[in-house]
């Protein structure tokens, strides 16, 4: 068994590059957006001065997703991504061989606040003005599925907590 499993938390470094599979139908939803990710961690060093790290991901994004990349994510959106790791190699016209590993995406939210002035709209789309609001399709809402509770184990007795006493209570002394 195996398994190749990744979740990164992080703000976009630049704008996506959205490119299309087939180069003569731009139409087709044969997509793929690619963007750098960023995750800080922040830590004290042996002088207790905090530090802070910063690890650049490369991510890809295919078809749907690339769609969503494309309209609602620009540079410095905060983005929830799970995918998978993936590792190219290719060899250079001088011949030399070059390695690189990215997460392909399988699920991304939009995170953080919305910037000023977008008028309900997630990531930096800005809807034009002569159009009127409009939700966006399900198919387009790409949220990461709700955590499976583990079932509620109790481990002795049932303990009833005291019965609280009455709200108008006759030996109440409050002086109003």
Do not use: C
Not at 50 to 77: L, M, P, Q, Y
Not at 100 to 129: F, I, K, S
């Amino acid at each position: 068994m195996s398994l190749n499993k990744v979740m990164l938390i992080g703000n976009v470094g630049k704008d996506p590059e959205i490119r299309y599979l087939d180069q003569n139908s731009p139409q087709s939803n044969a997509k793929v957006a690619s963007f750098p990710l960023a995750t800080s961690e922040r830590f004290r060093d042996r002088n207790g001065e905090v530090r802070e790290n910063t690890e650049w991901h490369n991510i890809v994004a295919w078809r749907n997703s690339a769609d969503v990349a494309e309209r609602f994510v620009k540079k410095g959106t905060q983005l929830y991504i799970e995918g998978r790791l993936r590792t190219r190699s290719w060899t250079d016209q001088a011949g030399a061989k070059h390695y690189t590993t990215e997460v392909v995406v399988d699920t991304m939210q939009l995170l953080g606040r919305r910037p000023d002035g977008q008028d309900g709209q997630q990531g930096g789309y800005q809807r034009p003005a002569d159009q009127p609001y409009q939700q966006r399709p399900a198919e387009q809402t790409y949220q990461r599925p709700a955590p499976q509770a583990a079932p509620f184990q109790q481990s002795g007795p049932a303990v009833m907590p005291a019965e609280p006493a009455p709200a108008e209570s006759p030996s109440d002394d409050l002086p109003f």
